[in-house]
C-alpha cells in the first residue's frame, strides 16, 4: 500500500501568489516525522520543514508552512507570495519511528512528487 | 564545509557491465542510504546502512549491491542483474544531531545504459 501519496502530478502558479501542495500519507504508528524536500532542475534534494505528529501546532520555515490535519492524515505545503525560483519539484516524505533502530538512522518513504512551475 | 560527495555526476554503462557509483560523506553520520529516482516515481530505496560492516535491502535491492566498510563510504554497485539501471540515483546520510530534517542528500549521479 502506497504510503504517501501526492495527488498533483503538475501545478501552474502565477508569482507572487501563494500555492499549496497536498500531501496525504498512510500508517498505523502513532509516531512519525512529515518532511517536504525541493528538488531544482539541477537533482539535488533540499530540505524544507519538518512536523513531528506530535507536535501541536503547524510548521513554519519562513514562507514555507505545513498544514497539518492529523486526523485526516495530510501535511500540505504550504509556499506564499511564490517567486521564479520556487520552480521545482517537491516531494512530501515520512519517517514511521518504529524504524529507527539506532539513534540516527530514519527510515523515509517518499511521494511521487509536485512539479511546480511559477509563472511570471 | 561538512556534506556528501557522489560522483561521477554522469555515468554511461554498456549492457552486461557492473558500474560502481561512489558516495563519500564527512558529517560524521552513522546511517547512510541509496535511493533511485525514476520520472513519475519518485524515490525508493535500494540500500541502507545503519552502522559500519552492516547494511539491509532497501524496496528494490535486487540487481543491486553495497558496502560499508568505512563510516565515510558508502558505494553502490549496479550489477548486470539490474535490467533497467537507467535512472539517477541519490545517496543521503543521517546523523542523531539532524532527527528533524531527515536527510542530507548528495548531488546524484545520473546513470544510462548505452
Known amino acids: 500500500a502506497q504510503k504517501i501519496t501526492q495527488t498533483q502530478p503538475g501545478m501552474f502558479v502565477q508569482e507572487k501568489e501563494a500555492v499549496t501542495l497536498d500531501c496525504t500519507y498512510d500508517?498505523?504508528?502513532?509516531?512519525?516525522?512529515l518532511f517536504w524536500y525541493k528538488q531544482p532542475s539541477s537533482g539535488e534534494m533540499i530540505f524544507l520543514i519538518y512536523q513531528g505528529s506530535y507536535d501541536e501546532q503547524n510548521a513554519t520555515e519562513g514562507r514555507y508552512s505545513l498544514n497539518f490535519q492529523k486526523a485526516r492524515k495530510s501535511a500540505n505545503l504550504v509556499i506564499s507570495a511564490s517567486q521564479l525560483g520556487d520552480s521545482a519539484m517537491y516531494f512530501c516524505?515520512?519517517?514511521?519511528?518504529?524504524?529507527?533502530?539506532?539513534?540516527?538512522?530514519?527510515?523515509?518513504?517518499f511521494g511521487q512528487g509536485t512539479r511546480l512551475t511559477i509563472n511570471p | 564545509d561538512g556534506g556528501i560527495t557522489q560522483s561521477p555526476k554522469y555515468l554511461f554503462r554498456k549492457e552486461g557491465q557492473n558500474v560502481t557509483l561512489s558516495c563519500e560523506q564527512n558529517l560524521n553520520h552513522d546511517a547512510m542510504y541509496w535511493y533511485r529516482q525514476d520520472p513519475g516515481q519518485g524515490l525508493r530505496l535500494i540500500y541502507y546502512?545503519?552502522?559500519?560492516?552492516?547494511?539491509q535491502k532497501g524496496d528494490i535491492a535486487e540487481g543491486y549491491s553495497v558496502s560499508r566498510e568505512k563510516k565515510e563510504s558508502f558505494p553502490l554497485t549496479v550489477t548486470s542483474a539490474q535490467k533497467n539501471p537507467t535512472a539517477f540515483y541519490l545517496c543521503?546520510?543521517?546523523?542523531?544531531?539532524?532527527?528533524?530534517?531527515?536527510?542530507?542528500f548528495g548531488s546524484g549521479t545520473r546513470l544510462t545504459v548505452v
Open positions: 500508517t498505523s504508528d502513532q509516531s512519525y516525522g
Open positions: 516524505a515520512m519517517r514511521e519511528n518504529r524504524y529507527r533502530i539506532i539513534q540516527g538512522a530514519q527510515k523515509l518513504v
Open positions: 543521503a546520510s543521517s546523523g542523531d544531531s539532524q532527527a528533524n530534517y531527515g536527510y542530507t
Open positions: 546502512s545503519q552502522i559500519v560492516n552492516d547494511f
